[in-house]
C-alpha cells in the first residue's frame, strides 16, 4: 500500500473551471467554511477553550472542505474531452458523505469505500446519492479501507482515486481556508494550544501551520484513540472508537502528521467510553450537540489548558454534530452511579 504525499499545493484549488462546469457548485462554496469560533466550557483559573463548530458546512462536518478541494482539484487535472470523471476514496464516513453529495449535484460518479461498521443512517444517506458503496471488515480498520480503495484503482483505471490521507489538497484547505479563518476569528489574538484529533492527520497540520504564524510556540496535542492510538505497533481491531481519530496499526503513522509536521505534536488517548460520556456532558452543559471525535478533542482542550494560565486560550474543532443514539450511550454512562476509591 502506497502512503507517500503527492500533489502539493500552495493555495487551495483553483474554482473556475468547477464553476464554469458545474455552476451548482457555486451554492455549495457559498455556504462553505467560515463556521463560528465560540468559547466553551474551560477549567477554572486556566487557559480558555475555543472550539470551531463545523457542523454548520453544508454537509454537516469538517470534510465538507477538504471534499469541495479534493473535487475541485479533480476537475481542474481532468481532460473531459477523453472520457466523464469518476471519482473514489476511502472514508470513516463523513469524506463519503460529502463527496457523494456533490457526485449527485454534479451528475459525477462516486464510489467510496467505507467500513462495514458505518452507521445504518450514513449507509442510507449514501444510497440516495446512488454513489457505489463497497463495504471492508471493520476488523482491518483505516488500514484495510485505504488498500480496498488503493486496489479498486489499480483494478480499473476509469477511477480517480482521491486519497484524502495522502493527497496535499486535505492540508492545503485547513491551512489556507480552515486555518485562516480561525485566524481571523482570534481578532489579533493568537492560539498558545491547537487540539485535534489524529484522522487524517490533514486537520491537525493544515491549522497548525496557519496558526504557527501569529505563534511560533504553538503547543499542539492530537486526541488519538485508546483503542487503536497513533502508531501503535499493535494490528488493525475492531473494537468501537470514537470516530475518525485511529491510528493505523502495524506501527504506521498518518504521513501528514509523520512528514508534514516540523515536530510531533503531544498525543491524548482517549476511550470510546470516555468520548461517548462526553458528548451527552457537553450536550448537558451547552445544548449544542457535538460528535465524539469533538468530544474527544474538548477533553484534549481541557487537559492541555490544564497546563497553561487563565491569559492563554487553547483552539479546538469540533467534526460534527455526532449521532443522537451515542449522545443517549453517554447520557447512560454519564449518569451511572460512580465508584468511589479508597
Known amino acids: 500500500m502506497n502512503l507517500d504525499l503527492f500533489n502539493p499545493q500552495d493555495n487551495v484549488p483553483n474554482t ?25 466550557p474551560s477549567p477554572e483559573g486556566k487557559a480558555s477553550i475555543l472550539a470551531k463548530l463545523e457542523s454548520e458546512n453544508p454537509f454537516g462536518s469538517v470534510k465538507d472542505r477538504v471534499a469541495f478541494g479534493l473535487f475541485c482539484d479533480a476537475i ?20 463519503a458523505k460529502a463527496l457523494a453529495h456533490l457526485g ?16 445504518e443512517e450514513l449507509v442510507e444517506d449514501l444510497k440516495t446519492t446512488n454513489a457505489i458503496i463497497t ?72 491549522v497548525s501551520a496557519a ?25 488493525p481491531n475492531g473494537k468501537k472508537k470514537f470516530a475518525g481519530a485511529g491510528g493505523f496499526g502495524w506501527g504506521f503513522r498518518q504521513p501528514f502528521i509523520q512528514k508534514f509536521m516540523p515536530e510531533e505534536p503531544q498525543f ?9 460520556t462526553a458528548m451527552y456532558e457537553f450536550y448537558h452543559l451547552t445544548g449544542i450537540k457535538i460528535g465524539s471525535s469533538s ?8 487537559k492541555l489548558a490544564e497546563t497553561m494560565t487563565s491569559d492563554q486560550q487553547v483552539v479546538t474543532l469540533f467534526a460534527d454534530a455526532g449521532v443522537d443514539a451515542e449522545r443517549e450511550q453517554g447520557r447512560e454512562w454519564f449518569n451511572q452511579p460512580k465508584t468511589l476509591t479508597a
Open 16 to 40: 473556475e473551471k468547477a464553476f464554469t462546469l458545474f455552476p451548482q457548485l457555486k451554492e455549495i462554496y457559498a455556504a462553505l467554511g467560515n463556521t463560528p469560533l465560540i468559547s466553551v
Open 295 to 302: 468530544a474527544a478533542n474538548w477533553k484534549s482542550a481541557w
Open 268 to 276: 491524548n488517548p482517549v476511550s470510546y467510553e470516555e468520548a461517548i
Open 104 to 119: 449527485r449535484m454534479c451528475d459525477i460518479p462516486v464510489h467510496v469505500v467505507i467500513p462495514d461498521s458505518a452507521s
Open 135 to 206: 463495504p471492508v471488515d471493520h476488523n482491518l480498520f483505516l488500514m484495510g479501507v485505504l488498500a480496498r480503495g488503493q486496489q479498486i484503482a489499480h483494478e480499473d483505471s476509469s477511477w480517480t482515486l482521491l486519497a484524502q490521507h495522502i493527497n496535499l489538497v486535505n492540508t492545503t484547505m485547513h491551512q489556507y481556508q480552515t486555518g485562516e479563518e480561525i485566524r481571523r476569528q482570534l481578532n489579533g489574538t493568537y492560539a498558545d494550544g491547537w487540539v485535534a484529533a489524529v484522522g487524517t492527520g490533514g486537520t491537525l497540520a493544515g
Open 211 to 235: 496558526l504557527r504564524q501569529d505563534n511560533p510556540q504553538l503547543v499542539v496535542m492530537a486526541s488519538t484513540t485508546k483503542e487503536l492510538p497513533y502508531g501503535s505497533l499493535a494490528a
Open 76 to 95: 481542474n487535472k481532468h481532460d473531459f474531452s477523453q472520457g466523464e470523471l469518476k471519482l473514489l476514496d476511502a472514508s470513516g464516513g463523513n469524506m
